[in-house]
């Protein structure tokens, strides 16, 4: 394949044609690709410790470099010309160097592109303030999702859009919105300090690409509870999960203050999982959503988390709905199977009963 940049955009382009969500490279093996979920060996030569290391020499930013020499792992951003652009991964492992690519298209998706209901998620992006939290398993969408959003908005509404990235993704070009977007590690040194100088940036909209710490959570809430709208991402497996998890960030003294605080700012929290599509390949999200409304703060305000899934098993108006509901449309809709449904359901025999036209309802049973 000849030198090492061209051995690794050829790959890339491989990936990118055979529609790999990630590159796994790994000093002294094939590559292999994730596709619809799976991993794939490519039929190549081992990729060797000093090929991967001259690619990620001469493709790494320089204000990286230092950090990859003291750290032995760094995230960045790379754009291969005709192509796109990729969010890397280099890393040690044993003492050789391992790389994943994350391959992310140049076209921003929009619902319909992502398979995902426009109505719940335009209302969302309507929110005036607060804070919407979208969240999953590595892998599941996330990002993407943030980006049909802030796609939709750049359509309808006219806002700043402050994006603080690591690394930056989607490149968006101005239409209704006004964007500007920093990469942490070259246009800011962290979330936290990029966040707060940010609030002094006239914002509308703030997106933050993931939810590390107490200090950046505070500094959202503060930007939530003073007229702005901001987006984030946190790791966790659904919604309940996803509370839990923010209060977490915070010591005991301060649960019952945070309790109001969080309440107050939730707007919508939005949990995802990649499911194989029926037709044409590919994957489909089932989407678990809490609506931050006067039922769902009250439950969080009053710490009584457990009532959250009853929440959004009931859904109605508000928007909120559980993942067996989103499983439930998905199987009518024929869009996934009924096997794949109960495999990724949370409550797969309440799901087979609903498929059987039975539901529980606070009474009781509905037939």
Same mark, same amino acid.
């Given at each position: ?14 990936a ?21 979920g799976?991993?794939?060996?490519v ?16 493709v790494l ?6 950090h +990859? ?8 951003g790379?754009?291969v ?17 391992s ?21 719940v ?28 959003m802030l %796609? +939709? ?14 690394p930056m993704?989607? %490149? ?12 942490i ?9 990029g ?8 914002p ?27 987006l ?5 497996i ?5 509370v ?8 005991p003294?301060q649960?019952?203050q945070?309790?109001?605080q ?10 995802q ?6 037709e ?6 089932a989407?678990e959503?809490l609506?931050g ?5 009250n ?10 899934n009853s ?5 109605g108006?508000s ?14 809709a ?12 949370? %409550? ?15 009474g009781?049973?509905i037939?």
């Amino acid at each position: 394949m000849g030198s090492s940049n061209q051995t690794f955009n050829e790959l890339l382009a491989l990936a990118a044609e055979n529609g790999a969500s990630d590159v796994h490279v790994k000093s002294g093996k094939p590559a292999i690709l994730r596709i619809e979920g799976r991993l794939q060996e490519v039929e190549m030569d081992k990729i060797t410790e000093d090929q991967a290391l001259d690619f990620l020499e001469s493709v790494l930013p320089e204000t990286f470099k230092a950090h +990859w020499d003291e750290e032995g792992q760094v995230d960045f951003g790379h754009t291969v010309p005709g192509m796109g652009r990729f969010r890397v991964a280099a890393f040690r492992q044993r003492g050789t160097v391992s790389i994943v690519f994350r391959y992310v298209k140049n076209e921003i998706p929009t619902f319909a592109d992502l398979n995902l209901e426009a109505p719940v998620l335009t209302k969302i992006c309507k929110a005036r303030d607060g804070i919407v939290i979208v969240c999953g398993a590595t892998g599941s969408g996330k990002s993407s999702t943030l980006a049909s959003m802030l %796609n +939709w908005m750049n359509s309808h509404i006219e806002k700043h859009v402050i994006t603080l990235e690591d690394p930056m993704e989607y %490149n968006f070009q101005d239409e209704k919105c006004v964007f500007n977007q920093r990469e942490i590690g070259v246009d800011a040194v962290s979330y936290s300090l990029g966040l707060k100088s940010a609030l002094r940036q006239d914002p509308d909209v703030i997106l933050i690409g993931e939810m590390r710490d107490k200090n950046t959570f505070e500094t959202a809430l503060a930007a939530a509870e003073t007229g702005h709208v901001v987006l984030t991402t946190l790791h966790s497996i659904n919604v309940h999960q996803a509370v839990i998890r923010l209060f977490e960030f915070f010591p005991p003294d301060q649960q019952e203050q945070m309790r109001r605080q969080i309440a107050g700012a939730i707007r919508a929290i939005i949990c995802q999982r990649l499911i194989p599509a029926m037709e044409g390949g590919g994957r489909v999200p089932a989407v678990e959503i809490l609506i931050g409304d006067s039922v769902s703060r009250n439950v969080i305000q009053e710490g009584q988390f457990e009532k959250l899934n009853s929440i959004m098993d009931g859904g109605g108006e508000s928007g909120s709905r559980s993942f067996n509901k989103d499983l439930f449309r998905l199987i009518k809709a024929g869009k996934i199977s009924k096997a794949d449904g109960l495999l990724h359901s949370p %409550n797969p025999k309440a799901l087979e009963m609903n498929l059987k036209g039975i539901f529980q309802s606070e009474g009781g049973i509905i037939g």
